[in-house]
């Protein structure tokens, strides 16, 4: 199975301030013959399901704001909010859609500090 | 607009089952993968079980192979999990999910059934 680990599990940032969570694959998640990276993250308030967010590890999908990112290639991939706004306390999660079992970050809360 | 109506969540005892049932609309379910996807309270995101559009291959998590059953009824729109042999640790919100751009990609979520396994 792959490892996703994300850091840090919890974030404090100030308003208007920027937030980077990273995430790490235990393998590559570069399909090479497609040229995509199957890294996907989500944004979950509390008591909602999940919000799709960032797909090919830097498509944003359809309706979110600009202010947030998706980088990395292959292993290392990094979510940044370039300016934090109160709507976007949340916990952030990292998953990879590579292979079987699709597996998940633990998870980083993100608080305004 | 993409609609996941997740029910049939519950308390059940240890070893006990139960079906959970996901009403499709708003997209073309008969085409779609589908997906179950459970949140332990307080926990993280943890892939369950997903179905090919006309249901002919599954594949499950190796905690629940052998125990939960995903299937899927075209014709009603609808998806389901049959879970048997429940354990405390299946205790969790199940979220069903339809995915975008070809890949496990959850682009549409349910707001989830919570199942809570215990005597």
């Known amino acids: 199975d792959i490892v996703m680990t994300q850091s840090p599990d919890s974030l404090a940032v100030s308003l208007g301030e920027r937030a980077t969570i990273n995430c790490k694959s235990s393998?590559?998640?570069?399909?090479?013959?497609?040229?995509?990276?199957?890294l996907v993250w989500y944004q979950q308030k509390p008591g909602q399901p999940p919000k799709l967010l960032i797909y090919w590890a830097s498509t944003r999908e359809s309706g979110v704001p600009d202010r947030f990112s998706g980088s990395g290639s292959a292993t290392n991939f990094t979510l940044t909010i370039s300016s934090l706004q109160a709507e976007d306390v949340a916990v952030y999660y990292c998953q990879q859609c590579y292979s079987l079992p699709y597996t998940f970050g633990q998870g980083t809360k993100l608080e305004i500090k | 607009e993409v609609q996941l109506v997740e029910s049939g969540g519950g308390l059940v005892q240890p070893g006990g089952s139960l079906r959970l049932s996901c009403a499709a609309s708003?997209?073309?379910?008969?085409?779609?993968?589908m997906h179950w996807v459970r949140q332990a309270p307080g926990k993280g995101l943890v892939w369950v079980a997903n179905?090919?559009?006309?249901?002919?291959?599954?594949n499950y998590a190796d905690s629940v192979k052998g125990r939960f059953t995903i299937s899927r009824d075209n014709a009603k729109n609808t998806l389901y999990l049959q879970m048997n042999s429940l354990r405390g640790e299946d205790t969790a919100v199940y979220y069903c999910?339809?995915?975008?751009?070809?890949?496990?990609?959850?682009?549409?979520w349910g707001q989830g059934t919570l199942v809570t396994v215990s005597s």
């Open positions: 179905i090919n559009p006309d249901g002919s291959a599954t």
């Open positions: 999910a339809t995915v975008v751009g070809g890949a496990a990609i959850y682009g549409a």
């Open positions: 393998q590559s998640v570069l399909h090479s013959s497609y040229n995509k990276t199957y």
């Open positions: 708003g997209f073309t379910f008969s085409s779609s993968w």
